[in-house]
């Protein structure tokens, strides 16, 4: 049996690999026998990660000064026609198409003619081919374009099995007018991924869970570390002329400043009886809050 994997997988979205990873393990542990094959952003890191033959959800990158420019000027359509014909080739040896979990159903910084007409394609050339489509716990909405709404309902409307990972999600499909009565609600499906071991003390046994207490996790002088994983948000659309790049240093600093202090400055006012109304903020150029990007794995994540 053959299964495609398909996704925006291995473009440093710790969410997106993690359902990835959960319905790998999945598979291998209900059908070892099964050959799988993933069709995501960056086929050579999810190879080199999951150890899984994988390609270019993208289709073929068109060569020639020409084409490029022909490509540019119809809005990137040519190189996504060309991109139906390899999925209408790939799927002549594909017994099931699987995309596993991720919020696959919504317009968020994309254009109709990227992810919305990528993901059409690749339904629309299962559905020629009598492969069995199955969206597994997905988040879905919104989705603000006309022509992105169409082509991501047209394509939920493709498939043999539909499941979402919450209500809102469920509920959105059916506002926009997807037959949802056989449809199914499950949690997120990285759930099911297996706790990370922890790692031993110097006794080798594993750390004893223990309450914070002075500076460190476990009572220690070493200071306590804590990640925020925030995004770099430009509204909706990722080219919106409105995103005021002046207020990212902003908001960064006043969520970090909130972690590391707030909880204990506001208790402490509350207890006081001095809690000021409204809203504090912080700025960089002010309260010096030192920050390093992760580069979107979470290896690469220290603590200064």
């Not at 990227?114 to 081919?129: I, K, N, Q, S, Y």
């Not at 047209?154 to 539909?162: G, H, L, N, Q, V």
């Amino acid at each position: 049996m053959k299964i495609s994997l398909f996704g925006q997988f291995g473009s440093g979205n710790t969410g997106n690999d993690g359902s990835l990873e959960s319905m790998i393990l999945f598979l291998r542990k209900m059908r070892p026998d099964a050959e799988l094959l993933c069709i995501c952003s960056d086929p050579k890191d999810v190879q080199a990660r999951y150890g899984i033959p994988a390609m270019s959800v993208g289709g073929p990158a068109l060569s020639g000064t020409a084409a490029r420019l022909l490509n540019k000027t119809f809005c990137n359509l040519p190189r996504r026609l060309a991109l139906l014909c390899t999925a209408l080739v790939q799927f002549s040896g594909i017994d099931l198409l699987i995309i596993p979990g991720t919020g696959i159903l919504d317009d968020f910084q994309e254009r109709a003619f990227g992810w919305p007409l990528v993901l059409f394609c690749w339904c629309l050339a299962a559905r020629v081919r009598n492969t069995p489509i199955a969206f597994v716990s997905i988040g879905a909405g919104p989705i603000n374009g006309r022509l992105s709404r169409w082509l991501l309902v047209s394509a939920a409307r493709m498939a043999t099995y539909r499941s979402y990972r919450d209500d809102t999600s469920l509920h959105f499909m059916k506002s926009v007018g997807v037959d949802t009565i056989k449809d199914y609600r499950y949690p997120d499906i990285a759930f099911s991924l297996p706790s990370p071991p922890s790692s031993p003390n110097e006794s080798g046994q594993p750390p004893a869970r223990q309450p914070c207490a002075g500076r460190g996790a476990t009572g220690s002088d070493k200071p306590l570390t804590i990640g925020v994983g925030i995004m770099k948000y430009r509204g909706w659309q990722s080219d919106d002329p409105r995103a005021d790049p002046s207020v990212q240093d902003v908001i960064l600093t006043s969520m970090l400043k909130n972690v590391d202090v707030a909880v204990h400055t506001y208790l402490t006012e509350v207890a006081g009886g001095t809690f000021p109304a409204g809203v504090t903020t912080y700025d960089l150029s002010v309260d010096g809050v030192g920050y390093s990007t992760s580069g979107g794995f979470i290896d690469d994540i220290t603590g200064d």
